[in-house]
């Protein structure tokens, strides 16, 4: 069985190569990299691999059993990008596409979400067996602004009361690896929360624990708190993303507690308190 993976520069994706090592023979493992040489340190075989020259996709994935198509960011071509390599898995006989979704995709109305939704409706309608894993927010998505709300001793969102069950990329890369080294995971669509469920309020607390400094959680309005993410830095489509994201939080969309990512991995997934312990160090 060869296993390729997408994406194999990046953090979820060297993660899940990391773990997948350990799993199966590193000879039967492919990182396809935009660049091979930001990729050269995993230790396996790396093959030149971009989502925007479908021209030279098939020939990169000859000899591939099983895909892991890692998405990239959100842009405006990111679907198109997508169906590009789906067809190109086709033409080069690859049997299976593990795809790295989102919680609840086909039903949730984050603004994100089409893409992932028309991805894995693409995959299963090209034919090919699939496993799609619908990963929750990672948690370093939302430690790694804690150090500004010790600074200011609020920590600020639009998410209100609203339970999320976010995993570290680490728990999420392993279930990569878990799904890729089983042939007894085709054809399942897995949710993947974390284990454990908090609000925004308890992170706060949690930070307050941890750092000694007070800090409390502030709900703003979703037009205010767009307006606070892009005057702390971040471009206006992301601040856009986001508060959407955390807006619909509010109501259940981040949230899945299946247990199915720690049934996945073997362990329970990373705490609340290991998460914001490895923001803060
Ligand atoms: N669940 C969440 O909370 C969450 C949060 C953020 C993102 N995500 C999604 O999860 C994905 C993986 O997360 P991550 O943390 O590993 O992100 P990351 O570290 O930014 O990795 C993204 C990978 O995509 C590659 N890539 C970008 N454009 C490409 C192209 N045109 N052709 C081929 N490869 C390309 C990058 O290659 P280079 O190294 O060459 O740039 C990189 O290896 C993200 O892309 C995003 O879709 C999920």
């Known amino acids: ?36 040489d930001k990729a050269s340190d995993l230790g396996i075989a790396v093959r030149a691999f971009d989502y925007t020259k479908p021209e030279t996709q098939v020939a990169a994935l000859e000899g591939v059993k099983t895909l892991v198509l890692i998405p990239t960011g959100a842009s405006a071509d990111r679907l198109g990008w997508h ?22 995709t086909d039903v949730s109305p984050i603004s994100i979400m089409p893409d992932h939704k028309k991805t894995e409706e693409a995959i299963r309608a090209a034919g090919l067996a699939y496993t799609m894993l619908r990963n929750p927010w990672y948690y370093e998505i939302w430690t790694r602004t804690l150090s500004a709300a010790i600074q200011s001793g609020e920590l600020i969102s639009t998410i209100g009361n609203g339970k999320v069950t976010p995993a570290s990329r680490q728990d999420l ?20 929360g974390g284990d454990e469920q908090f609000t925004f309020a308890d992170l706060a607390a949690e930070v307050s624990r941890q750092s000694g400094k007070e800090v409390r959680y502030k709900n703003l309005p979703q037009d205010e708190y767009i307006e606070f993410l892009n005057a702390s830095g971040l471009p206006e489509w992301q601040s856009e993303i986001i508060a959407d994201a955390e807006g619909h939080a509010e109501h259940g969309w981040l949230f899945d507690d299946s247990k199915t990512l720690s049934g996945l991995i073997g362990r329970p997934t990373t705490t609340l308190k290991d998460a914001v312990a490895a923001a803060l160090t």
Do not use: F, W
């Open 1 to 36: 069985m060869t296993v390729a993976i997408t994406g194999a520069s990046g953090q979820l994706g060297s993660r899940a190569i990391e773990n997948l090592k350990t799993r199966i023979d590193p000879e039967n493992i492919i990182g396809l990299a935009r660049s091979p």
């Open 83 to 104: 169906l590009n390599v789906i067809n190109a898995a086709k033409a080069a006989g690859v049997h299976r596409i593990i795809y790295v979704s989102m919680l609840k």
């Open 173 to 192: 890369a392993e279930a990569v690896a878990a799904v890729a080294a089983d042939d007894r995971h085709e054809n399942k669509i897995y949710e993947l």
